[in-house]
């Protein structure tokens, strides 16, 4: 049965940009500085959707560092602005993804991003990859008061596309947390579980159990699913 669509949304790190290897270079860096061993990139790799304060956790823990709210805060704040001034090294749209934002632009169909990531990395991350323009409507943990899982960050890019709730079947939702998952669901959107996004090992036997309408284990997987005949753009 075809599934009519009005917009597609996607998670940012690990889901529509491949942005680990910007962030294995800055631990590095960082625990260079500081005299300590660097986890392995797997490692990093698999705290990416986390967020940044699992990442300096990640450090912490890995050299054995006293892990206090002080101590933390301190770390990420340094992870945070060694990020900022050096955002897009290494990071890309993963591969045939850009296919896939051309073709729904052909279809004069919106795609846009839901993220967990603050807006001034996510705006300067866009703008690096020259998709400021091309990306519809951007939602950011700054924007709402709940964020993922809650629902509250689909409605609002909803309330942006200019799309009421009634018709929140007809947006697709990509991610690659768990929590991704919960906010489509919650909001009653088409959800696509992207299994080759950051999700630790100890997560892979149960991705089933999230609850999302498809799964799709690689980006070509993905940008295959999205131009099936499943699904007709409107």
């Not at 940044?52 to 945070?80: C, G, T, W």
């Not at 089933?208 to 799709?216: E, H, L, N, P, Q």
């Not at 997987?221 to 999205?226: D, F, G, K």
Request: proline share 5%; aromatic share 8%; net charge negative.
């Amino acid at each position: 049965m075809t599934q009519f669509v009005k917009a597609v949304l996607f998670d940012l790190d690990g889901t529509l940009i491949d942005t680990a290897a910007d962030f294995v270079r800055i631990i590095k860096r960082m625990s260079e500085q500081h005299g300590w061993q660097a986890p392995d990139d797997s490692a990093i790799r698999e705290q990416v959707s986390a967020g940044a304060s699992a990442m300096v956790k990640l450090i912490l823990s890995h050299n054995q560092q006293p892990i206090s709210d002080e101590v933390l805060q301190s770390y990420r704040q340094q992870f945070l602005d060694e990020y900022e001034a050096d955002i897009c090294v290494d990071s890309s749209v993963f591969d045939q993804l850009d296919s896939v934002l051309s073709t729904l632009e052909g279809h004069g169909t919106p795609w846009g991003i839901v993220t967990n990531k603050p807006r001034y990395l996510a705006e300067k991350l866009l703008a690096a990859l020259d998709l400021t323009e091309r990306c519809t409507v951007l939602v950011c943990p700054d924007d709402v008061r709940h964020t993922k899982p809650d629902p509250e960050p689909m409605y609002l890019a909803l309330e942006k596309l200019g799309l009421p709730r009634g018709i929140a079947s007809t947006v697709i939702y990509v991610g690659d947390h768990l929590r991704d998952i919960e906010s489509g669901n919650a909001a009653g959107m088409i959800t696509v579980l992207a299994s080759y996004g950051y999700i630790p090992p100890e997560d892979q036997a149960n991705l089933s159990d999230w609850g999302a309408d498809f799964i799709v284990d690689s980006p070509a997987a993905l940008a295959a699913l999205l131009k099936s005949a499943q699904f007709d753009y409107l």
